[in-house]
């Protein structure tokens, strides 16, 4: 059975987080290392949108957590924590996350990306022009690469679509290329 129609089935067609039915993508939830079923949700576009871009926040929206926090599923889990976490400042998430509980491998999972630190303590990832990059981001590579152990070599302006931040390094991003998951240094990318 295709991913999707996994999640399809896992939630009842509809969003894991906001239970909307329109414009259901699986998101995978980051750092992708297992991705699957158990690594990803389905979501709706807004949801994502959100999640990859925080200017576009609308706390409103995610009032919804109030519910799908509570999903026997880890990975919808790690997403409502860190959504909440972003949106603390608002009192509301405050509460939710007082109530939250994650078992020591999901917490983990959820404070990978950085979310739940003080924006001092946050390590900053920039492209090769000083660009701040975020999860999610789309970039290009601005010279040849070869991928150690392998053979293959990430072409000059080769995209690299939705990469994902390696948050003990900010020197260090992930994305697919040809199909193939890999590590960049962040001074071989330009933001796109």
Request: glycine share 8%.
């Amino acid at each position: 059975m295709a991913l999707l129609e996994a999640l399809q089935e896992r939630s009842g067609n509809i969003c894991e987080l906001c239970a909307s039915t329109e414009n259901l993508q699986v998101y995978e939830v980051p750092p992708v290392s297992t991705g699957g079923l158990d690594g990803s949700i389905l979501a709706c576009k807004t949801c994502i949108d959100q999640i990859e871009k925080q200017e576009e926040m609308d706390s409103n929206h995610w009032r919804c957590l109030n519910d799908s926090m509570w999903s026997e599923h880890d990975a919808v889990k790690v997403v409502a924590w860190r959504m909440l976490n972003r949106l603390k400042s608002e009192g509301w998430p405050q509460d939710l996350l007082g109530m939250m509980y994650l078992e020591d491998e999901a917490l983990e999972w959820a404070k990978a990306t950085g979310e739940g630190k003080d924006e001092s303590e946050k390590i900053i990832h920039r492209d090769v022009n000083g660009n701040i990059l975020e999860n999610g981001d789309n970039v290009v590579l601005i010279k040849d690469l070869k991928v150690k152990g392998s053979s293959m070599v990430a072409k000059q302006g080769t995209a690299v679509r939705r990469i994902s931040l390696d948050h003990e390094n900010a020197e260090y991003i992930e994305g697919k290329v040809d199909g193939q998951q890999i590590v960049i240094v962040t001074k071989y990318v330009k933001k796109t």
